[in-house]
């Protein structure tokens, strides 16, 4: 066994700060010879569960630890905000000693993870989570180092007589560092001193970053793409994973230090529970037993479902509940149609189904799916083998814009400790590496762009690959040495984990508060994120529940509230009926735009070929379209037109293999053969097709000796037998999930046919999706005009944020379609338009917020033919711009708080009043002027921020004479007020003109 162990070590997961691989730290602790290794990343423990386990496999034992930032508790709410020259803090790295300890970090890490700008925790915080948790104080980075080496020994005594205050003296170790720095040569006696002096043990370790010391600089580089050229580095290049006889170089003089570390690795015992099955709770009433009111609510959602519900119906639910029971997921599926209840209950869409949950008659009672799996014959035991126990993965479907309101009610109603997204990392790709690093090694930008542009974009593309693949890299590379530096460094980034994120769907619902074994940070709404990944937190027995957003619902619902605003018409797009000739005549045509999974040209000439006439149709088009199945796809034509007789393996097989007019396209398909030729059950069944796609020779001969053992019991001679397996063997990577396939199958005809039989409302919501994606939305507006629906141009008192169907045979484009035309615009639009029409350029300049609308997005209005019911017909583009700066001066001249009096229809006729007194005040006087004055009278208030509100309706007649000016003048007078007429047009441009001239 080795003499030291290390303790203190930043894995790629202290972000942005490490540069270790955990599968390099674990093979360099086998290849030193250490018995343990610890990870300690900075207030976080997002390797945690990854580390631990691949030590477990390399027979290493895990220290689970952080380092963590401490600061005091009269600081905490400005260290919480971050600024620079806050308050000093401390770090410690603080190592569980047993599954306690590892509760405790994650409690201390969740609660430094809700200050989102500086992660930290207070003293007090410790003390709470102390127990069975070993700290090592004074490292390199703690107050106490950094203070002793200035010589500030009474203050650096007093952060580590905080740490006697509160923790335990046999779990306080004093962190020794040597990394050849000034700093830690200057404090290092004074800290040594101190531990001697209060009987303090003392461990040795090295602040690893990263694996050797040529890695350096690539952690220099990794610490400053976010941070730049000011970001903290590390002083020297000795963080590396230093090996044991380098570590007894540096402690030569202090032995105990590292016979210590092995102290504290024999006494880390932490035993994660991974393999344990971790299922919600339902909150039953009156803590009635969950699988009692599954079997009540799976009952009456039978009588629900079906008109008539048949023996088989009975059967199949009785034996579906037997085995959920058996199993113990009656709570999980009780869970999964509560919140499918609630999205229902306030008009949230959820898709029919999606993977082999559509198979379970349960789920369908529940409606949780929407296939019915009798009439689609969808085997339960894809779903659930009672045969080999796999956890049940219920996805669900949501509409895409309010798919958080249901993830927002689970944590209401299980609570926020017990309910959790699921945390993910972004990674640093191969083109960002090299942009990154390129940037932080202040290369050539056009240098550090053509390299990048050499990697190919395609997804999944290393620098490896692309080095192989593309000749002009090797070649830039070998001439040119700041390319090599740039891409060795970026060799280097690649892959490594570069910030947090949150998993598209993933959610957790624990049955015990998530913090006994996960750690939380805030995510950006609130809702807790998981520190660890999915694997990381199924691997400790949570179930991840995939809340999926699917924008083809939006696209549903937009298209059915379209046309109850047309026509007044509700349709229910669930309910559409699946037999539609104008739908399967249109998919035969291959007019797919827009409709789920049937958009790709390849798909729409398999179902030119295929015209499809029934659901089971759109089954095998999903099924067969992907590599490998699709090779079988002229048979498959070929046999349903006629055109080639339908072959069966086997007389027997016709049952299974008529739909598909003998063709194998199915995994159920596969089940179903060896269950009817072999004797095989379902479980059996499936546990075969599961062994077989593996293709291992092993595998492949022990199944073959069982399959033809048992289709002999049945009869059938062993040349039959080998034939159908060899079958099964082709077919097993072919085959696809019929229950996923039903459940897309019916999406894909449902958006068929609303697209079949409502074309223009379709094609209006389907546009307003594409707005962000102008050469998508180009497609769809050269459809409709090829289906002989009108596009119209944008218009501000007609058109909507997005597009809408006006007619059979008219879509109006959408405000936001227009290019510097954004969402507040928009809004401000709406707003005023609501109030009364837009009559002039003028009176929208004067009514709409110029501050969220501004002058770019008005004249984009104007290029975009938004604006042209205020032009003369055929306007010019000059002569437009000219009317819009026009309306401009006009509202310039009403931007100050006033009255404006128009007499009669003539705009000469008008006078403005600016007036900083009360308008209402000074509207009484002038209506003592005007009440005996004949002509017509319009009088409007402005308060200054081009907002108006008509006052008086025309009640008046004046004439507009000079004693009337006169008059008003006088009552001008009174107040801080001037009187002046409003510029037409016509003496705006004379003015222009002359202004010219001057200049000239």
């Known amino acids: 066994m080795s003499s030291f162990v290390h303790l203190h070590v930043h894995t790629a997961y202290s972000l942005r700060q490490g540069a270790l691989r955990i599968d390099d730290c674990i093979d360099a602790a086998v290849r030193f010879g250490m018995s343990a290794v610890a990870i300690t990343d900075t207030n976080a423990l997002y390797g945690a569960v990854a580390f631990y386990r691949k030590a477990k496999e390399a027979g290493i034992k895990p220290i689970l630890g952080v380092q963590l930032t401490v600061g005091k508790r009269q600081d905490a709410a400005v260290l919480a905000e971050g600024r620079p020259g806050a308050p000093r803090v401390d770090t410690a790295v603080l190592l569980a000693e047993s599954l306690a300890g590892y509760r405790n970090l ?28 070993i700290a090592l104080v004074g490292g390199g980075e703690s107050a106490a180092l950094q203070l002793f080496s200035a010589g500030i020994n009474a203050e650096a005594a007093s952060w580590l007589q905080a740490w006697q205050q509160i923790w335990p003296s046999t779990h306080l170790f004093v962190d020794v560092q040597d990394h050849h720095v000034t700093a830690q040569r200057q404090g290092l006696p004074a800290l040594v001193r101190y531990a001697r002096e209060h009987q303090l043990p003392l461990v040795a370790s090295n602040d690893v970053h990263y694996l050797t010391r040529d890695d350096a600089q690539v952690q220099q580089v990794l610490a400053q793409i976010e941070s730049g050229p000011s970001g903290a580095l590390l002083q020297g290049d000795r963080y590396e994973f230093a090996s044991v006889e380098e570590m007894e170089r540096r402690f030569s003089k202090l032995p105990e230090a590292l016979k210590n570390t092995l102290v504290v690795a024999d006494r880390c015992n932490v035993e994660l529970p991974l393999g344990q099955l971790l299922l919600p709770k339902y909150p039953t009433k009156d803590g009635e037993d969950a699988a009692v009111v599954l079997r009540r609510a799976a009952r009456e959602g039978v009588r629900q479902r079906y008109e008539q519900v048949t023996g088989e119906v009975t059967e199949r639910l009785e034996y579906e509940l037997g085995v959920i029971e058996r199993l113990g997921f009656a709570d999980y599926f009780l869970v999964v149609a509560d919140f499918i209840r609630f999205a229902h209950k306030n008009a949230i869409s959820t898709g029919p189904g999606r993977g082999s949950a559509a198979g379970s008659l349960v789920a369908y009672a529940l409606r949780i799916t929407d296939v019915d799996p009798i009439k689609n014959r969808l085997l339960f035991e894809r779903f659930l083998n009672p045969e080999r126990v796999t956890w049940p993965d219920i996805d669900t479907d949501f509409e895409y814009e309010r798919r958080g309101e249901v993830i927002r009610y689970v944590v209401e109603r299980y609570g926020r400790s017990h309910v959790a997204q699921i945390g993910t990392f972004g990674t640093l790709a191969a083109r960002a590496a090299i942009r990154d690093a390129g940037r932080v090694l202040q290369t050539d930008p056009k240098l550090v762009d053509r390299l990048a542009k050499l990697i190919p974009g395609h997804p999944g593309v290393t620098l490896q690959s692309a080095l192989a693949q593309v000749s002009e890299i090797g070649d830039l590379l070998r001439s040119n040495q700041h390319a090599k530096a740039v891409w060795d460094a970026a060799v280097a980034l690649e892959g490594l984990p570069r910030h947090t994120s949150i998993h598209a769907a993933g959610v957790v619902i624990s049955p015990v508060p998530l913090a006994e074994l996960v750690p939380v940070q805030p995510g950006a709404d609130g809702t807790p994120v998981t520190q660890f990944a999915m694997a990381d937190v199924e691997a400790l027995g949570l179930m991840k529940m ?42 035969s045509r291959g007019e797919t735009d827009g409709c789920f999974q049937l958009e790709s040209a390849g798909v729409r000439r398999v179902l030119r070929d295929l015209r499809p006439n029934s659901l089971e149709d759109m089954l095998a088009v999903i099924s067969l379209y992907r590599p490998g199945p699709m090779e079988n796809i002229p048979a498959f034509i070929a046999a349903k037109h006629g055109r080639t007789p339908i072959r069966y393996p086997h007389p027997d097989l016709e049952p299974i293999l008529r739909d598909t007019y003998g063709v194998v396209v199915y995994q159920e398909q596969i089940m179903q053969i060896a269950a ?43 040349e039959t037998a080998n034939e159908v397996y060899d079958l099964i ?16 199958a019916v999406l894909a005809y449902r958006t068929a046919y609303l697209r079949a039989n409502h074309l223009p409302d379709f094609l209006a919501a389907l546009l307003t999706m594409t707005m962000a994606a102008p050469d998508k939305a180009a497609t769809y507006v050269r459809d409709a005009k090829r289906h002989g629906v009108s596009v119209l141009p944008p218009c501000v008192a007609e058109s909507q944020a997005g597009y809408t169907a006006e007619s059979e045979s008219a879509i109006r484009a959408g405000l936001l379609s227009v290019r510097n035309v954004g969402r507040g615009a928009v809004e401000a639009i709406l707003e005023a338009r609501t109030q009364s029409p837009f009559t002039s350029l003028t009176d929208f300049l004067s009514r709409v917020n110029a501050r969220v609308c501004n002058r770019k997005a008005v004249e984009s209005l104007l290029a975009a033919g938004a604006l042209a019911r205020f032009l003369p017909d055929g306007a010019s583009a000059d002569v437009a711009l000219q009317a819009l700066n026009q309306a401009y001066v006009a509202v310039d001249q009403q931007s100050q708080p006033g009255l404006a009096l128009t007499f009669g229809d003539e705009p000469d006729a008008s006078l403005f009043i600016r007036c900083d007194t009360d308008n209402h005040v000074l509207l009484e006087v002038i209506q003592s002027v005007l009440a005996t004055s004949p002509g017509s009278i319009r009088v409007t208030l402005y308060d200054g921020q081009r907002r108006r509100g008509r006052l008086l309706e025309p009640k008046w007649s004046v004439d507009v004479t000079p004693e009337l000016v006169a008059s008003l003048e006088e009552v001008v007078g009174l107040g801080n007020a001037r009187l002046g007429r409003i510029p037409t047009a016509r003496a705006r441009a004379a003015s222009r003109r002359k202004d010219a001239k001057g200049v000239k």
């Open 106 to 133: 994650v409690q201390l890490v969740t609660t430094a993870q809700t200050r989102e700008r500086r992660p930290f925790v207070t003293f007090e915080e410790l003390a709470a989570y102390k127990d069975d948790v």
């Open 546 to 587: 995939d809340f999926l957003g699917l924008r083809t619902l939006t696209l549903m619902d937009a298209c059915v509230d379209s046309l109850a605003r047309r026509t007044g018409k509700k349709l229910d797009w669930r309910k559409v009926p699946d037999n539609d000739a104008a739908t399967f005549a249109m998919l």
């Open 676 to 718: 009817r030729m072999a004797g095989f059950s379902l479980g059996q069944a499936d546990l075969l097709r599961r062994a077989v796609s593996k293709k291992k020779r092993e595998v492949l001969d022990a199944q073959r000796a069982r399959f033809v053992t048992g289709a002999a019991a049945k009869g059938y001679t062993d």
């Open 729 to 744: 063997v082709r077919f097993a990577d072919y085959g696809f999930n019929r229950c996923h396939a039903a459940a897309y």
